[in-house]
């Protein structure tokens, strides 16, 4: 393996420098010391061999993760005898194609996107709706923005007129594109921002709030406590975990654990928060798609230090307690219009990524994330870990 190399190379420099130091007339003080100094150095690259920085090397250069694209993608639909979720996929011939069909699937197995005063649903004409986006990486390493745009269509597109607000939110942990012309859409200079302004040109109360600035690792780190009214900040809860509240552009004041302020009291009965990751491989923690996606929910600043929150999250279950404990999603969207394959990921480039107009959803991020990862992403690139 690579770890035995890069363990196995300082200790090889050693003995060489060891060697050849007696002719240069080294003194046995100097020796010792150049020597523990590689040696040092080894085992501080060992160390490193878990982190996140670590991983992307070590995926660009092991062939076992070369991965292979099988361009024949069938989709696999599959029935248990005793269901526990149910789970929509869809493939059309754009966004909005996958997500028109998307939707009549949902809506023909019982599930509609649209709550009205007829029938029940997900997003009712005066809901507030959050939509989380992966804004953390350019080309085809971020959601979609066609995809973003369509979705947002849908909401606006309420059968009793739409009212309420929608908000695109995300928590760059080291960098944040929300305004980038190296977008993943048709259009590369779509950015979200550009999809925002679309929407609020129009009329709409559609607006985008980038967490980082609150959020820290990426911005500053604002911490608040649960009572705060004016500031915008994250709320530090025990265990890593972490949530913001904050103050949308159109004066909406919002916990995304408790809900919105109206007078005196939070009521998160109007609030419904949309979980929209891309489906890529992550050289670290294997798959990114509905539960690693709340990375960036919660600011890393407040639970660890650089990128160790990735084997907190694997040891820890933090990603599942943020759901439990602040803001479990009303609707799991996976955009796989174009599939990150990349043993690179999460960055996905334009030549790499396998384009697929795929939409995945369902409201267990769990059992979506098993489907997207085994049915999806291994038959392209044939990964285990997939």
């Not at 996958?98 to 599930?111: A, P």
């Amino acid at each position: 393996s690579l770890d035995l190399v890069f363990l196995g190379i300082p200790l090889l420099i050693s003995l060489v420098v060891g060697n050849k130091a007696k002719n240069w007339k080294w003194s046995k003080k100097r020796i010792a010391f150049v020597v523990s100094a590689i040696l040092l150095v080894g085992m501080g690259v060992l160390v490193a061999s878990n982190s996140f920085v670590f991983s992307l090397l070590y995926a660009t250069v092991n062939l076992e993760t070369s991965y292979v694209q099988n361009k024949d993608l069938t989709i696999t639909e599959l029935h248990s005898d005793h269901p526990v979720s149910t789970l929509y996929v869809a493939q059309g011939k754009d966004s909005s194609h996958s997500l028109d069909l998307l939707f009549s699937l949902m809506e023909e197995k019982g599930l509609s996107i649209h709550q009205t005063s007829q029938r029940k649903g997900i997003i009712g004409k005066e809901d507030t709706v959050l939509i989380k986006i992966n804004g953390e990486w350019q080309d085809r390493g971020g959601t979609n923005t066609d995809f973003l745009k369509a979705f947002i269509q849908k909401v606006i597109d309420h059968p009793e007129g739409f009212k309420g607000e929608v908000v695109v939110v995300e928590n760059g942990q080291w960098a944040i594109y929300l305004d980038s012309d190296r977008s993943n859409a048709e259009d590369k200079s779509q950015s979200f921002q550009k999809v925002v302004n679309y929407f609020e040109n129009q009329g709409y109360q559609v607006s985008l709030y980038d967490w980082t600035g609150i959020g820290g690792t990426a911005g500053e780190i604002i911490i608040i406590e649960e009572n705060e009214r004016e500031k915008d900040g994250y709320v530090d809860l025990p265990g890593g975990v972490s949530y913001p509240i904050f103050t949308t552009k159109f004066g909406t004041r919002i916990s995304l654990k408790d809900g919105i302020w109206k007078e005196d009291r939070y009521d998160n009965s109007q609030v419904k928060f949309i979980n929209m990751p891309v489906l890529k491989s992550h050289s670290l923690m294997g798959v990114t798609a509905a539960t690693k996606h709340y990375m960036g929910v919660l600011s890393t600043s407040l639970c660890n230090d650089g990128f160790d929150q990735h084997q907190g999250m694997i040891e820890h279950g933090l990603m599942g307690r943020i759901m439990a404990e602040v803001i479990y999603p009303d609707l799991n969207l996976i955009d796989a219009s174009y599939i990150g394959v990349s043993p690179r990921g999460p960055a996905s480039s334009y030549e790499s990524a396998y384009k697929a107009d795929l939409v995945l959803a369902g409201r267990d991020p769990i059992a979506l994330d098993y489907y997207a990862g085994r049915y999806v992403l291994y038959p392209l690139t044939i990964f285990e870990r997939h």
